[in-house]
C-alpha cells in the first residue's frame, strides 16, 4: 500500500481539486493496512470511483482512497456474475449483453465504476440497479471488518441506499443474471423512439435496446469527456400535491407522476426550465441547453462556484413553486 501525498482527484466536473493524501487498494489485506494506518489518525476519508458524481473542493484535507478491483467472473451455475467496483460500469454492461444477459441494458452508458452503482442506487429509462443486486462485499473502514450485504440490507430507495452515510468500502458486487423479464420499453423517450424509428417490439433484442439507449442519451446528455459535468444535479421531489405553489406557474405547465400514498414526484427539470430565465448569470457555469437538470462548467469552475449556482437554482424553485430540490452529487466538504 503506498500513500500519496498530494494526488489530484479525478473528477467529470473537471474541478481543480487536490487531495492531502491518496492511496490505491489493491487486495482485501491492503484494506487491512489501511486500517491499521488510519487507526490512530483523525482524517476525512473520500472513497473514489471515476469522479463522476462528485462535487470536490479545491483541497481535500484528507485521505481519499482508490479500489482497484477489476474482475469479472461469470457463475452459470449460480446465475451470478461477480464483479470487481473500479470496473467500469458500461463495460460491464457491455459483458453482460454479449453473453446474452438481460436486465442491464436499460443503464447502458451510464458513466462511472460498478462499486459507485449501488451507492445512490444509479437508475434510468426505468430501471434500477437494486433490480439487479444479489450481494455487495464490502469493508468497515470505521471497525477494520469485512461484510457482505444482502439486497434487503442495501436500503435501497430513489437514488439513495445505506451506503451513502455509512464507513463502508465496497470491492465487488454479485449481480443476478437469471433475469428473465421481457424487455422494459416502457419509459416515455423509449417509446418516441420506437414510433419515431417505427420500431417493431417484437423485433428487439436486449443489445438494440443498449443501442438505442445509447443513441438517445448521446443526443440529450453532454459528454463529460468534453463537457464538464456530473449528470443531473437535482433529484425529482416528491411531496403531497396540494403543497406545490401553483400560484405563479399553473400545475399543468408542471411533469408531476402520481405515486402511493397520496403522494406525487415532481420531474426537477421542468421546474427549472420555468424559472431559468431569473438565474444570475456565471462565467464557468451554466444550464445544459438540451437538459436542464444538468450544470456544466467550462473547466474552470471551482466548487464553491457550482455549489452557488445550484443554490440559487434551488433559492428560485422554492420561492416559485414551493418545492425543496435535492441536490444529487456528492459535495465534498
Ligand atoms: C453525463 C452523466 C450522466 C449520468 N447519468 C446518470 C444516470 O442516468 N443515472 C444515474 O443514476 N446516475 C447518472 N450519473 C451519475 C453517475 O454516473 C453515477 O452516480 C455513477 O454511479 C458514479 O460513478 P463513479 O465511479 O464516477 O463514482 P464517484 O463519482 O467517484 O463517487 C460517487 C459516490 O460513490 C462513492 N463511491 C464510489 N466508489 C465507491 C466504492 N467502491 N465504495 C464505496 N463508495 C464508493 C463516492 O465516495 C461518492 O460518494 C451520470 C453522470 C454523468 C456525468
Not at 449460480?78 to 438481460?102: A, D, L, Q, T
Not at 464507513?167 to 420506437?194: A, G, P, R, V, W
Not at 464557468?284 to 440559487?312: D, M
Amino acid at each position: 500500500m503506498k500513500i500519496i501525498q498530494n494526488h489530484k482527484i479525478t473528477n467529470s466536473l473537471k474541478i481543480d481539486s487536490i487531495s492531502k493524501f491518496y492511496v490505491e487498494i489493491n487486495s482485501k489485506n491492503e484494506f487491512l493496512d489501511l486500517y491499521e494506518y488510519m487507526k490512530d489518525k483523525d482524517l476525512d476519508s473520500l472513497v473514489i470511483g471515476e469522479g463522476t458524481n462528485l462535487v470536490p473542493p479545491n483541497f481535500f484535507d484528507g485521505i481519499a482512497i482508490k479500489p482497484n478491483f477489476k474482475n469479472i467472473s461469470f457463475c452459470n451455475q449460480k446465475n451470478i456474475v461477480s464483479v470487481g467496483s473500479s470496473v467500469n460500469w458500461h463495460y460491464f454492461v457491455c459483458s453482460c449483453i454479449e453473453k446474452n444477459i438481460s436486465g442491464f441494458e436499460n443503464l447502458s452508458l451510464i458513466p462511472g465504476s460498478v462499486g459507485a452503482a449501488p451507492i445512490q442506487n444509479i437508475g434510468a429509462y426505468g430501471q434500477e440497479v437494486s433490480n439487479l443486486i444479489e450481494k455487495v462485499h464490502c469493508f468497515d473502514l470505521r471497525t477494520g471488518e469485512f461484510h457482505t450485504l444482502d439486497n434487503k440490507e442495501c436500503k435501497f430507495t430513489y437514488r439513495n441506499s445505506f451506503f451513502k452515510k455509512s464507513s463502508l468500502i465496497i470491492y465487488s458486487i454479485d449481480f443476478i443474471t437469471n433475469h428473465n423479464d421481457e424487455l422494459n420499453l416502457d419509459y416515455e423517450s423509449i417509446q418516441k423512439y420506437m414510433t419515431h424509428f417505427k420500431v417493431d417490439p417484437k423485433s428487439l433484442t436486449a443489445a438494440r435496446v443498449s443501442e438505442i439507449i445509447c443513441e438517445i442519451r448521446k443526443n440529450t446528455l453532454p459528454d463529460p469527456k468534453i463537457i464538464p459535468n456530473a449528470g443531473s444535479f437535482f433529484k425529482n421531489t416528491k411531496m403531497h400535491k396540494q403543497d406545490i405553489n401553483d400560484k405563479i406557474f399553473s400545475l399543468d405547465k408542471l411533469i408531476i407522476w402520481d405515486l402511493e400514498d397520496g403522494l406525487v414526484k415532481v420531474g426537477a427539470a421542468r421546474l427549472i426550465q420555468l424559472i431559468k430565465d431569473q438565474l444570475p448569470a456565471n462565467n464557468n457555469v451554466k444550464l445544459y441547453e438540451k437538459h436542464a437538470l444538468i450544470l456544466v462548467s467550462n473547466s474552470f469552475a471551482s466548487q464553491s462556484e457550482i455549489v452557488e449556482y445550484a443554490n440559487s437554482i434551488k433559492k428560485l424553485v422554492y420561492d416559485n413553486f414551493n418545492v425543496s430540490l435535492e441536490i444529487e452529487p456528492i459535495i465534498v466538504n
